[in-house]
């Protein structure tokens, strides 16, 4: 298979629940400063930060509690910031909580 034939991928954003219409959705001016990863990549990061990496599956994940998640594994391998896991979960740590800084209407977030 060609890299150009693969479609499947995610996006990291953040979510809310709307009530009125019953679906999780995001705000009109929400942008993301992650990368586009593959379905796979997406399933280990979720994995390496103790979350269910069928995220395909399941509901979005609580913001603050993605938030704990990754303060956590950084706090843990604070000796291996050198790793290029670390600097993933780093990326991910600081657009959670800009999400929350600049959106205070999201409450989740996840890969889609």
């Not at 780093?90 to 999400?99: N, P, Q, T």
């Amino acid at each position: 298979m060609k890299i150009s034939e693969i479609t499947e991928g995610a996006q990291f954003t953040g979510y809310y629940k709307d009530e009125k219409r019953n679906v999780w959705t995001y705000p009109d001016t929400m942008d993301t400063k992650t990368p586009y990863r593959s379905n796979a990549s997406a399933r280990q990061f979720l994995s390496r930060i103790g979350f269910d990496p069928d995220f395909e599956n399941n509901p979005p994940i609580p913001l603050d509690k993605f938030i704990d998640a990754t303060d956590k594994y950084l706090r843990m391998n604070v000796s291996d910031k050198e790793d290029p896991f670390y600097d993933e979960v780093e990326v991910y740590d600081m657009e959670a909580k800009r999400f929350k800084k600049d959106h205070p209407e999201l409450t989740h977030v996840d890969f889609a």
